[in-house]
């Protein structure tokens, strides 16, 4: 497996662990017939929880565009060095975005996710 196919699967392995931290909050802030039901009065989660729910969906908004340009670079043998070191500033940033988000640390998220956007766009360059 190619070191770019080993961090997207990271990746994704990481945006499972992230719904499984965001599940474990709700169900501390929640009662279980709320989060059973259809959630039509569902109210999210604040704090830590809901920290952990938005960090998540932020996973998912950017896993979507790493994955396509990973997987394309795989299928057009354009995965190089550059790709790989991309690849993994994308799973490692995202990683601590992830931790830094929960535990509610703004400026450092933010530089964590602009990490993470750097290994995006390093992938993505080499398509060209």
């Known amino acids: ?12 392995a990481l945006m499972l662990v992230q719904v499984l931290v965001y599940v474990v909050g709700a169900n501390l802030k929640a009662p279980l017939t709320e989060l059973v039901g259809n959630r039509e009065t569902f109210v999210p989660p604040e ?15 950017s896993l979507v565009p790493f994955a396509i340009f990973v997987i394309a670079a795989a299928l057009t043998n354009k995965a ?14 995202r990683l601590a975005y992830a931790v830094i988000y929960v535990a509610g640390i ?11 956007l750097a290994g995006v766009i390093m992938v993505l360059v080499q398509l060209r």
Do not use: C, Q
């Open 1 to 12: 497996m190619s070191p770019d196919i080993k961090y997207l699967v990271w990746s994704g």
């Open 47 to 61: 704090g830590w929880a809901g920290r952990a729910r938005r960090a998540h969906l932020n996973m998912l908004e």
């Open 80 to 93: 190089n060095a550059m790709t790989a070191m991309g690849a993994m500033l994308f799973f490692w940033a």
């Open 106 to 116: 703004p400026w450092l998220r933010t530089l964590a996710w602009l990490a993470g």
